[in-house]
């Protein structure tokens, strides 16, 4: 991390979208413990195998895409402003963009589906839908790309180049995506048990998006560093020792050195991943409850860091943080928090997210 890293910018707005709702919505459900994951077919109306998804609608793509009403709904809660100028730019990231488009056009040939199925055009789309400028910066690196994009909304206000920005991400599941996960044999027929020490591992996959409006100004809810490392080990694995997961883990414990913290970990259900993290995380935050959502709402993919990061801000402001739901002991670690917790008593808490290959990210999110 660099000094910059270290400076806060204030959280003006945030709020997300789940199956459950917006976040004050999600964040009531999950502290009940109730899980959106059900058994879906992975290839939607094609069929096969059953697999744990949280949905917000039918999986299969439609015109317009079926991700648009749901970000309209969403997008009603920015704050107004330029967005989209020079001073107030947006980024949007995700790692599926217009995906489940591109497929539905290679089971139709529909040509409407190549108007948004792109990256590219999925944010014209946008663009145009909202009304946004042509400052539009645009993040995609799997699961910590929510991450980036925050980082580099951070260091653009750091810079003075921006007054204000919007960070705006989305992923929605689409037939090629849950097929992509389930060839994997990680998506499956069982449901996610985050940081359980059992012998098969298993995700769910959900549909998220979120956004946040970052400032300079001074906020009651602040990100006041990012610790971001890349092991580039492997397509899909981490380094066998956990070496990318300590080195992210202390990075972050050195931001967050004197205050006490929990952490909102990335917790897909999966084996490996989900042990080397609890224990990186439980070296370096011996006294934190360590908790994580995605056994309930599934994994959010590139969106799962902002999406997590409007709950955290909606279960602090209602004094209670959710626990692991679908997490079941024995646990990797005695750290593991399994059932709700106060919020008192912590002045920050750290949020995570690890993607395939051995990328890590981390932030710290402070409060008064």
Partial sequence: MSPADQLPVGLAACDCLTP?????????????????????????????????????????????????????????GIPAAAWGSARSPVIVTSSNFGVGSLYAFSRDADPRHLAHGT???????LRTEFGWGEHVHVFSHACVTAHLGLAHAAR????????RVLVFSFDFVSPFVAGGFHSLK????????PY?????????????????????????FRLAAH???????????NQPDGAGFATCAGAIATAAQGRSVW?????????????????????????????????????????????????????LRGGRIPGTVGGAAPSFTANVALEPFASAGFDGAILTSNAFGGAHAAMLLTHD
């Avoid at 653009?156 to 180049?161: I, P, V």
């Avoid at 990680?186 to 048990?193: E, Q």
């Fill in 119 to 125: 990256p590219f055009a999925a944010v014209d789309l």
């Fill in 196 to 220: 359980a020490r059992r012998e098969t591992g298993s995700i769910g996959l959900g549909d998220g998006a979120a956004f946040a409006v970052l400032t300079r100004d001074a906020a009651p």
């Fill in 20 to 76: 459950f709702g917006d976040a004050a919505a999600t964040a009531t459900a999950l502290l009940a413990g109730r899980c959106a994951l059900e058994l879906t077919p992975v290839l939607g109306r094609d069929g096969g195998d059953l697999v744990p998804l949280a949905l917000t609608g039918p999986m299969d793509e439609t015109l317009p895409p079926r991700w648009l009403p749901g970000l309209r709904r969403m997008a009603a």
């Fill in 186 to 193: 990680i998506l499956n027929g069982g449901f996610p048990a």
């Fill in 263 to 315: 952490v909102k970990g990335h917790g897909t259900g999966t084996l490996e991943a989900g042990r080397l993290e609890a224990e990186a995380f439980g070296r370096h935050f011996p006294s934190a409850p360590l908790t994580g959502w995605k056994g309930s709402l599934g994994h959010t993919l590139g969106s799962c860091g902002l999406v997590e990061l409007a709950l955290a801000l909606a279960a």
């Fill in 227 to 237: 610790a971001l490392h890349n092991e580039m080990f492997h397509f899909t694995a």
């Fill in 156 to 163: 653009l206000l750091h810079a003075g180049l921006a007054d």
